[in-house]
């Protein structure tokens, strides 16, 4: 695939004082205005996008906001999907890798997101957790620790509500927000995993995305969308039916991480269908093609 030809054109700087003057008549009253403005804003070039950034964080008017964030959004879309397409070409086959490519995936939802604090905000956790696992502990005490220090102690739920939420499949926000889908929930408690290499694994289950433990030579699955909770394969194998799916043995097997990243982005896709954004839509349906045309290469 080649990167280069993914450019935008037609492109004309703005110095900051025009900038600032643009944004100021962005809700002017005179519809000819607000024409120009708009017609001159689509020609800014990536170059701009500091200042928007700074006026943005200003502004107190939320609509304002969101008019700023999807303007940042137009300017940067083209560098970051040739970013993501360098970071798949890059390969996708570990944890580390999956989590870069969630953090990059935030980056729809704001463009001048600062991911690497993320990054640290998922090392504070480990370094939270780790005080507490040590080689004493038997695998369900292990489990147990695990699990309860996510839903007891960071207080991570289920998005009971407002379940199609973008919020809710972003990592960042299901990291502020300490909610989420069963994926999202999945990937901070695995990725915590990761930084203490303990054994827990992505199961890409049809409908209901769970985690696995494995120790001893025994499996363990559990669902993060419930508090951690231990369910079996026949209780799994009933929900599956329950849904007119029959249940097979790879629905229960670990998931690879470029599988895991492909399943995050349909379910944005599915979130933004549903709040009907369909430029959105278009721009994830393009990175779920560029995910499988380079996973056919691995």
Same mark, same amino acid.
């Given at each position: 695939?080649?990167?280069?030809?993914?450019?935008?054109?037609?492109?004309?700087?703005?110095?900051?004082?025009?900038?600032?003057?643009?944004?100021?008549?962005?809700?002017?009253?005179?519809?000819?205005?607000? /024409?120009?403005?708009?017609?001159?804003?689509?020609?800014?070039?990536?170059?701009?996008?500091?200042?928007?950034?700074? !006026?943005?964080?200003?502004?107190?008017?939320?609509?304002? &906001?969101?008019?700023?964030?999807?303007?940042?959004?137009?300017?940067?879309?083209?560098?970051? $999907?040739?970013? @993501?397409?360098?970071?798949? $070409?890059?390969?996708?086959?570990?944890?580390?890798?999956? $989590?870069?490519?969630?953090?990059?995936?935030?980056?729809?939802?704001?463009?001048?997101? &600062?991911?690497?604090?993320?990054?640290?905000?998922?090392?504070?956790?480990?370094?939270?957790?780790?005080?507490?696992?040590?080689? /004493?502990?038997?695998?369900?005490?292990?489990?147990?620790?695990?699990?309860?220090? @996510?839903?007891?102690?960071?207080? @991570?739920?289920?998005? $009971?509500?407002?379940?199609?939420?973008?919020?809710?499949?972003?990592?960042?926000?299901? *990291?502020? &927000?300490?909610?989420?889908?069963?994926?999202?929930?999945? *990937?901070?408690?695995?990725?915590?995993? &990761?930084?203490?290499? =303990?054994?827990? !694994?992505?199961?890409?289950?049809? *409908?209901?995305?769970?985690?696995?433990?494995?120790? /001893?030579?025994?499996?363990?699955?559990?669902?993060?969308?419930?508090?951690?909770?231990?369910?079996?394969?026949?209780?799994?194998? !009933?929900? =599956?039916?329950?849904?007119?799916?029959?249940?097979?043995?790879?629905?229960?097997?670990?998931?690879?991480?470029? /599988?895991?990243?492909?399943?995050?982005?349909?379910?944005?896709?599915?979130?933004?269908?549903?709040?009907?954004?369909?430029?959105?839509?278009?721009?994830?349906?393009?990175? =779920?093609?560029?995910?499988?045309?380079?996973?056919?290469?691995?």
């Amino acid at each position: 695939m080649n990167v280069s030809t993914i450019r935008k054109t037609g492109t004309i700087p703005a110095s900051r004082d025009e900038l600032r003057a643009l944004l100021a008549l962005l809700d002017d009253p005179d519809p000819f205005v607000r /024409e120009k403005v708009d017609e001159r804003l689509s020609h800014l070039d990536e170059s701009s996008v500091p200042v928007l950034d700074e !006026y943005r964080e200003k502004t107190v008017d939320p609509e304002l &906001r969101s008019r700023i964030t999807e303007l940042i959004h137009e300017l940067t879309y083209t560098s970051f $999907e040739i970013e @993501f397409i360098e970071y798949l $070409e890059g390969g996708v086959t570990s944890l580390k890798d999956l $989590e870069h490519g969630q953090l990059l995936l935030c980056r729809l939802d704001n463009p001048t997101l &600062r991911t690497e604090l993320y990054r640290r905000q998922l090392d504070r956790m480990a370094s939270r957790l780790a005080p507490s696992i040590h080689p /004493e502990l038997a695998p369900g005490e292990l489990l147990q620790t695990f699990v309860s220090f @996510f839903f007891e102690k960071e207080y @991570f739920k289920g998005a $009971e509500t407002d379940y199609m939420n973008p919020c809710n499949s972003f990592l960042h926000k299901v *990291m502020q &927000r300490r909610r989420g889908i069963p994926i999202a929930l999945s *990937m901070v408690m695995l990725f915590v995993a &990761r930084r203490l290499d =303990l054994p827990f !694994y992505g199961v890409n289950m049809p *409908m209901h995305f769970l985690i696995k433990y494995e120790a /001893e030579n025994q499996s363990t699955l559990i669902d993060p969308f419930n508090r951690g909770r231990v369910v079996s394969i026949d209780q799994c194998s !009933y929900f =599956l039916r329950n849904h007119g799916i029959q249940p097979l043995p790879v629905h229960f097997d670990k998931a690879p991480e470029r /599988e895991m990243l492909a399943r995050s982005v349909r379910n944005l896709i599915n979130s933004f269908e549903s709040g009907n954004k369909p430029g959105r839509v278009e721009e994830l349906q393009r990175l =779920l093609g560029f995910i499988m045309q380079t996973g056919d290469r691995e």
